[in-house]
């Protein structure tokens, strides 16, 4: 599509807008380290919230969901709403733990929860393992979503759309730390929010889709509409709903979904001007994440559909046939490998290009969009798609908010990856006697050479946005427990994060490269879920012999820990009666308290209840299914006052 004048202007305004905030946030975000990442500290709950679901609202999420509910239905959302579980203990368990803490980064953690040259060498690697590799990945998937959104609404060159997408987005980061990074969060998730609404509007008033009536009746018999999987057929409940509510949430580490808070979440709370700010950030977060974003991005999914129908399975399966033969079996993985058509065979070329988008049911797709490159052609870009049926004036706000989207995401990210490398590796090992003029100027370079690493991933490594998903969750599984345990249960070094960082790694490269989905899969588990447990297996099994055949911390420095952070509980029974043998109070701050466990745990599930009955809630509206959407709406109200009686009873300053 061709932006008018009108568009241009409205994008215009968007970026000095933006460009005005970084430049107010760099007068105070030199002064020191912690302002640079931190903000001074100083940061209320609603701002941090708002800044964590703006994060979140990335340009990659819609053509995440929108794959995902093309290739399986709305019920496949629930691989990323299982993730609430995590939301919520994090919320009402961990978040006031780490503002307690006072650590800089979630990486400063490990030596003052370990001692010695195993928790050095882990806050060192990790610093660069997530903060380079991870964090690289993140935003090299993000990135992609911005190629796929320019090539489709904009027609730009991939190329383009890296330099122009990043020049913006580095400048205020590197200028206004994470001050600017939040205060633009907080003005790009309304012009987001704004946009992703108006997409499912005009995605509705589409003529092959006739109104939200017309697509419910059109689709009812097709499977996609369910919020819950056919509990009839074992082989789709237990991977996309068993597994992720069972296993998932509790197992693997994931960016923003970690187990006990961490990354830019742990950020966060850490900016938080006191405990009870770190709290209430997190609530509004996953309330806003889970409960109100995800339906405008459904809504469209689901008329892409009607107006991009995928092939047939009939079609798809002889496609799949044709192309596993041995005479275009070679011919077709060659071309997958590199998706230039030019090195086949001119007999066979438009065969074998043809069978390709008919075995991923994306012929429809294809034809829309035939100038875009065929790498790029997954279901995940039917949501670009979609948006370039926007109208002049319109197009400028949608295309703003999907800026918005990305930036925000984006200098997030850049700052959290920063944060890692200058104050975990730089300060820690490089040169530990860096003043903070020397800490500001090193966050602001390696802004930069984060951007410029991510750009070059998503023009050579990515495809789609469910690839990186699915590595990240794999590469994660198995280490989760940990991240729960560690703050609880004294027997925990570092050795056991070693050891489970090393094996996750390692099997999860090993199931990748070597172990193809067709050799694990059975009739009830699709082979990624089968890899998802193996590698869970494998790394819980290590860690726990780890963490008994190897010594525990030394009494010193768990002693400073539990005084710092005063977690409580059974796990700590131990420690807190040798210190108090010794003369050592350290369990003080909790002195005829009791513990309180039971009723976090009790306010994680009325969390829950809460936030999965707004979700259900707002869908069965959009459904036309009023009484089970009023009684879920109710069950939410009732919640949500339970919740804010009950928050009084939680020690936090």
């Known amino acids: 599509m061709v932006l008018q004048t009108i568009d241009w202007v409205i994008v215009g305004i968007f970026f000095i807008i933006v460009l005005a905030i970084g430049w107010v946030a760099s007068k105070t975000a030199g002064k020191s380290s912690s302002e640079f990442f931190l903000g001074g500290r100083g940061m209320p ?46 919320v009402f368990i961990y978040a006031k733990l780490w503002r307690r803490s006072g650590v800089m980064t979630d990486l400063e953690y490990y030596e003052k929860r370990y001692s010695g040259k195993a928790a050095s060498f882990l806050r060192g690697f990790r610093a660069i393992y997530l903060g380079l590799f991870f964090n690289v990945l993140i935003m090299g998937s993000v990135t992609l979503a911005a190629i796929k959104i320019g090539g489709v609404m904009l027609g730009l060159d991939p190329w383009v759309v890296v330099v122009g997408a990043s ?36 995605a ?28 009839t057929d074992a082989s789709v409940y237990i991977p996309l709903l068993i597994i992720p509510v069972a296993v998932q949430w509790w197992a693997v580490w994931y960016p923003g979904a970690e187990p006990g808070g961490g990354g830019y979440i742990a950020q966060r709370m850490l ?14 977060f996953n309330f806003m994440h889970y409960a109100i974003r995800p339906w405008p991005w459904i809504i469209v999914a689901l008329a892409s559909i009607m107006i991009y129908s995928s092939d047939s399975q009939k079609v798809m399966d002889n496609a799949s046939k044709l192309l596993s033969s041995s005479d275009l079996k070679p011919h077709y993985e ?31 797709l294809r034809n829309a969009i035939p100038e875009v490159h065929p790498k790029y052609i997954k279901h995940d870009i039917a949501y670009p798609v979609m948006l370039s049926k926007l109208s002049p004036g319109w197009l400028g706000l949608v295309v703003a908010s999907i800026i918005a989207a ?71 599984a198995g280490s989760g427990a940990i991240y729960l345990l560690r703050w609880f249960w004294w027997r925990i070094n570092a050795w056991t994060e070693i050891v489970a ?45 780890t963490t008994f055949l190897t010594k525990p911390e030394n009494k010193e420095t768990l002693r400073t820990f539990y005084r710092l952070t005063l977690p409580g509980g059974p796990g700590w029974k131990r420690v807190v009666e040798d210190a108090e043998a010794d003369g050592d109070m350290i369990n003080e701050g909790n002195k005829g308290q009791p513990w309180e466990m039971p009723i976090q745990l009790l306010l994680v599930f009325i969390g829950c209840v809460v936030i999965y009955s707004s979700l259900f809630a707002i869908g069965n509206f959009l459904y036309g299914n009023t009484l089970t959407a009023s009684i879920m709406l109710v069950v939410a109200a009732l919640g949500t006052v339970f919740l804010f009686k009950s928050f009084g009873k939680l020690r936090a300053n």
């Open 204 to 231: 509705l008033r589409q003529p092959e889709v006739g109104g939200l009536n017309n697509l419910l009746s059109s689709l009812a018999d097709t499977g996609k509409l369910s919020l819950i999987p056919d509990f």
């Open 271 to 284: 900016a938080a001007k006191n405990e009870k700010n770190a709290i209430g950030a997190t609530l509004l």
């Open 406 to 476: 990305y930036m925000s995401t984006i200098g997030t990210h850049l700052n959290w990856g920063s944060s890692y490398v200058v104050n975990d590796f730089y300060k820690r090992f490089v040169k530990p006697d860096a003043s903070e003029k020397q800490m500001v100027a090193m966050g602001r370079i390696t802004t930069v050479i984060l951007m410029v690493l991510a750009g070059i991933v998503s023009l050579r490594f990515l495809d789609n946005a469910t690839q990186a998903f699915n590595i990240l969750i794999l590469s994660g």
């Open 334 to 364: 060659a071309y997958i490998e590199s998706y230039d058509d030019q090195i086949l065979p001119e007999e066979i070329r438009e065969k074998v290009v043809t069978l390709h988008f008919e075995k991923n049911g994306l012929t429809e």
């Open 501 to 545: 960082m090393i094996v996750a790694t390692v099997v999860g490269v090993i199931l990748v490269v070597f172990v193809e989905d067709a050799s694990v899969a059975n009739n009830v588990l699709d082979g990624f879920t089968m890899k998802l447990l193996i590698s869970i297996s494998c790394t819980t099994v290590a860690w726990i012999l």
């Open 45 to 90: 709950w609603w701002l941090l919230g708002i800044s964590m679901v703006a994060c979140t609202f990335s340009a990659d999420t819609p053509n995440l969901v929108t794959g995902m509910v093309r290739e399986n239905g709305v019920a496949k959302n629930w691989a990323w709403w299982a993730f609430l579980i995590t939301g919520m203990v994090t």
């Open 167 to 202: 020049t913006v987005v580095v400048i205020y980061a590197a200028l206004g730390g994470i001050k600017g990074v939040i205060w633009a969060d907080f003005f790009q998730y309304g012009i987001a929010m704004f946009g992703a609404v108006y997409a499912a509007i005009v």
